[in-house]
């Protein structure tokens, strides 16, 4: 906390801000799956999750470039306000006067897309008030709290959902209104576009073109794609390896663990160590080299899943959780200074908007894995996980010695 205190106000603002919306979202994100599911029915539910990812690329896209044409505090707003609007028309189609699953979609589609403008205005005004010296710090803090969200919001929703979505929905509003006065009346602007003017592109094309242009952050955009394959696992391939056949089931004093319980315990054990020790790791490995603190995390992420996908008992999932967890703890710190450190300071929002195209496409990747992976099984799932870990070290580690020495 000591290191929280020490930090600007407005570092000290966007990281209660992450906090507020990461922990309101998650009290009904990833269960809003399951609800379109019992509504709508597998293949459309399939296809609203598609839908969303592809909204979540262009948002990105098109966000990160808005926020260096018209500033920090402004796309914020923007996004606070659609955001707080899309959140509450989902309240609205699942409150005591009105039940309507294709208009709470509607509204959420809005939502995410107004917390896409807010995160491209919030991330890089996180880049524009911190240092290379500062930054290993802040992103340490800030994926310490998102953690703290998540698991929080996961917990009450687990418990509370099925029978109270209203009042989940209602905190969700609460807590976009509130992050849109923080914006409106705390948040203090970070860039002024009129300074910058005659090295920003208006033309969205153009200005990607030129940051397609930057050979090393390309080669590590090209890296982080493969490691943020190894980040979406829970979600892809091994909730699919744990509900199978090849987990078998155990009893721990008494308490019956099957796939789903063992997938569930994995993720606490994950969100336990990074709020236990994402400081003490980070003070460890403080003065590792760049290279060697990025290969080594993304090493141990990567021989954690392939375990994980090759274990079919608790012992050895719960000690690939933990070796995928150590190597987290890590990379996390390393992988998003060097991103921000890599950014052209004149167009930082483009290059954010780049980075968030990520996700989405190593989803659609994910996707298309556990759709084959009949043909290759367990076995093979956890090769093509090496495989592609190290397809994230290599360019990774040529682009960290390129930004070392000064090359574009």
Request: glycine residues 8%.
């Amino acid at each position: 906390m000591k290191d929280f205190f020490e930090l600007s106000r407005n570092i000290k603002l966007r990281i209660i801000m992450t906090f507020i919306g990461v922990l309101t979202f998650s009290t009904i994100g990833s269960s809003m799956t399951i609800y379109y599911n019992q509504h709508m029915g597998a293949s459309l539910t399939g296809l609203l999750l598609i839908i969303s990812s592809v909204l979540s690329f262009l948002v990105g896209i098109w966000s990160g470039h808005f926020t260096d044409i018209h500033g920090r505090k402004p796309t914020m707003m923007i996004g606070a306000l659609t955001s707080t609007f899309g959140a509450a028309l989902a309240t609205f189609a699942n409150s005591p006067v009105l039940f309507n699953p294709w208009l709470t979609f509607v509204g959420l589609v809005a939502s995410s897309f107004g917390w896409g403008f807010f995160n491209s205005g919030a991330s890089a005004m996180l880049v524009d008030i911190t240092t290379t010296k500062t930054r290993k710090v802040v992103f340490s803090l800030n994926y310490w709290v998102l953690n703290i969200g998540v698991a929080l919001g996961s917990g009450i929703s687990g418990w509370l959902f099925r029978d109270h979505l209203f009042m989940l929905l209602s905190i969700v509003v609460t807590g976009d209104v509130i992050n849109l006065l923080i914006v409106k009346f705390l948040i203090v602007e970070t860039f002024d576009p009129a300074h910058h003017a005659e090295h920003q592109q208006t033309n969205i094309f153009k200005a990607y073109l030129q940051v397609s242009k930057d050979r090393t952050f390309m080669l590590y955009l090209l890296a982080t794609l493969f490691i943020t394959m190894l980040f979406t696992q829970p979600d892809y391939f091994l909730p699919v390896h744990l509900s199978g056949n090849a987990f078998h089931t155990s009893h721990i004093f008494g308490v019956e663990i099957y796939g789903q319980r063992m997938l569930t315990i994995m993720a606490v054990t994950n969100t336990i160590c990074v709020v236990l020790f994402m400081s003490f790791f980070r003070k460890q490995t403080n003065k590792w080299s760049n290279r060697r603190g990025f290969a080594i995390g993304a090493i141990l992420m990567g021989l954690g899943w392939a375990m994980a996908v090759w274990s079919n008992n608790v012992l050895f999932e719960f000690l690939a959780a933990v070796l995928n967890v150590g190597g987290e703890l890590i990379f996390v710190p390393f992988e998003q200074s060097l991103r921000a450190d890599m950014m052209n300071p004149e167009q930082i929002g483009t290059y954010t908007g780049a980075f968030s195209a990520i996700q989405p496409m190593a989803q659609v990747i994910c996707g298309a894995l556990v759709s084959f992976s009949p043909l290759y099984g367990s076995m093979g799932m956890g090769i093509i996980l090496l495989v592609v870990t190290s397809l994230g070290v290599l360019p990774g580690l040529v682009s960290i010695r390129r930004y070392e020495r000064g090359a574009r």
